[in-house]
């Protein structure tokens, strides 16, 4: 735990993709057990905030603190970091040529350097709480994207992570499908596991959200409880973000 | 077609033939594995180190990269010859090594500068959101590549790994000119003997037996990954 009671500290931090500066510098804290959400248009740096988080991408600019830990000095142990950030992709990206049990087990036995029997307990234990037991020997093809989502979901649970950034994890999803990776994420909110979400389900957000952030073209425009964000919004900008989520029917 | 029969399909000349054909391409056949093994360890070595990231491993690139360039631009014929030059030179004390082992060196030089390039084009296919989830989980990059993207690349690589194992199959012939007695030395040591052309058949014949089943496994394998990917999309 970092100062303040913040798991996660920003300060200043800038991305820049040649020259395209795709984050002008944000703040934002994350306290333990809370959850935070990231909305806004495509393009306005959401995803590419949480990729700094775990140092998929290195930042150009600032400081990002992580349970008391400055991650931008040259001498991060990025694996080990990353061990205790787990982060679930839009695309699922599960391993196609293993089996979903295979895909959970596999940093936890790698990378925690868990024994066989361990991992498989861990991840049998993982895949009966997102109810895909019976699932265990299937490849990932033959799953819904629903059912790949909650794997990828277990997957990275597995390596038991402080805090966990979702990267819009039911824009890739059936309608029809979205609800159960929802249901999943909600009880993880439940049990107080830290996240960060990258989202365009508003109701969602407002639902489970301890803070929702706007960003806007890499700056984050306005947060605050969902209740201010959605109920009385201050700055025109999320306003009009708003509105034109509303029109769309997400809300 | 008197003349042409009798030169090169005389019953009698292939029977006779066959024999002394066959102790010559059981040398092919060793080459040819023996070459293949070293082969695809030497070329996925040199595809990771291909791929290695970050300005430290530069030059390893770099000579990886001067390898294939010179290995893939020079003939096996001229690379056989070489190898044998070389080894005459005694550099090592050994006594110019045997013949088969120069030819397993030049074999290996030549086609590992080919596979290398088949296996990176296997590595360079893996989609990169799969290397970045499986960094993301705390693996390392030399995991990454074992346990991730390794699988997933040498499966797409068989195809044209085949191939290329049929080519090496077929340049085992070359090495006659260094002296080895393989199959094509027997053959035309049989047609001096004998003025008859059989021997050179009977190796043709034998390099295209061998060639058919490994051409057959390989369009087995290209539709059983296809039957696999359309189950995808239904």
Redesign the interface.
Known sequence: MSENGHLVSLRGVRKRFDNLEVLHGIDLDVAEHNVVCLIGASGSGKSTLLRCI?L?ERIDEGTIVFDGQTLTGTKID??????K???V?Q?Y?????MTVLQNVM??PR???GLSRAEAEERARTLLNTIGLAEKADEFP?RLSGGQQQRVAIA??LA?EPKLMLLDEITSALDPQLIGEVLELVRRLADSGMTMILATHEMSFAREVANKVCFLDKGVICEEGTPAEIFSSPREPRTREFLSRVLESGRL | MGPFLHEFFSPLDFLRAAPQVWTGFKVNLQLMFVAEAFVLVFALLLAVVRGLPGRAALPLRAAAVLYTDIFRGTPLLLVLLMVQGFATLNYFGLSSGTLFTNAVIALTLVYTAYVTEVFRAGIESVHPSQRMAARSLGLSYMQTMRYVVLPQAIRRVVPPLLNDFVGLQKDTALVSVIGVFEAVAQAGQYSNDFSNFAGESVAAVFFIFLTIPLARFTDHIIRQRERRERAQVV
């Open positions: 775990n998929l990025v694996n080990a970091l990353r061990q950030i787990g982060i992709f695309a990206n599960l391993f196609p040529h596999l940093s790698k990378a925690l093809d997957r990275a390596m």
